[in-house]
């Protein structure tokens, strides 16, 4: 069965500053895919960032990247110099071939609030 | 992005009654739609998993005679609660996907909607 742990419940950071966001996943494919996602308070799922599980570099895409640790089986989000409009919470997910890459299982998620 | 719109975005019912909440792919071919579920404070939690032209395929626990799937045509699906109940009430969001069978498809999500069953 495939399982996303996202152990922090909720984060502070300071406007400006780096925060990482912890992701560890358990899956038996050897094929997936994971995801980060950003949910304000108005509740739509924006999509962020997307990792594979064969890349060889890690995912950037501007202020987001993603820190790809295969074999520690992580997918830590790291966002760079962080703005108010940050707050929100943010889900890491995950699709392997075992569901035939339909299923997007969930992490818990974790709120993050970002202090001026 | 591709853009995913879901109506109504905030229903108000009595018990009993039935609610329908449409899903569109507005501007690309949805071959497969998501629908979830997410109470306050907690992760979404995948319902079913429909295909267009095919029955919906629904998760463990979730009652198909509840929750009424449709995947009419390549850009629209429907949840229809059925008989609401007030533990009901949740937020329910829908996702679709333009498929190539490859992981790193991305799904675009509904902006959601907010049932509340009185």
């Known amino acids: 069965a495939q399982k996303i742990t996202q152990t922090q419940p909720g984060m502070f950071v300071q406007e400006k500053e780096a925060v990482t966001l912890d992701c560890t996943y358990d899956?038996?494919?050897?094929?997936?895919?994971l995801f980060w996602y950003k949910q304000p308070s108005s509740g739509e799922m924006i999509f962020l960032i997307y990792?594979?599980?064969?890349?060889?570099q890690n995912a950037t895409e501007g202020r987001y990247s993603l820190n790809f640790q295969k074999a520690r089986k992580s997918a830590n989000l790291v966002i760079s110099a962080s703005q108010l409009g940050d707050s929100a919470m943010y889900f890491c997910?995950?699709?392997?071939?075992?569901?035939?890459?339909?299923?997007?299982?969930f992490g818990a998620g974790t709120r993050l609030a970002v202090h001026p | 992005g591709a853009v995913v719109s879901q109506h109504p975005s905030r229903v108000i019912c009595k018990s009993g009654t039935s609610v329908k909440i449409e899903c569109r792919s507005l501007?690309?071919?949805?071959?497969?739609m998501f629908w979830y579920r997410q109470f306050p404070k907690q992760s979404l939690m995948l319902m079913a998993t429909?295909?267009?032209?095919?029955?919906?395929?629904?998760e463990q626990g979730v009652e198909k005679d509840k929750f009424l799937i449709n995947h009419a045509s390549l850009t629209l699906s429907t949840l229809t609660v059925t008989s609401a109940h007030p533990e009901d009430s949740s937020f329910y969001i829908c996702?679709?996907?333009?498929?190539?069978?490859?992981?790193?498809?991305?799904?675009?999500f509904g902006p959601g909607t907010r049932l509340t069953v009185l």
């Open positions: 899956t038996s494919d050897p094929s997936y895919g």
């Open positions: 429909s295909n267009e032209g095919s029955k919906a395929t629904y």
């Open positions: 997910a995950m699709r392997g071939i075992s569901g035939g890459y339909n299923k997007l299982i």
């Open positions: 996702s679709a996907r333009e498929s190539s069978g490859g992981p790193s498809d991305t799904q675009y």
């Open positions: 501007d690309f071919q949805a071959t497969t």
């Open positions: 990792q594979g599980s064969y890349d060889q």
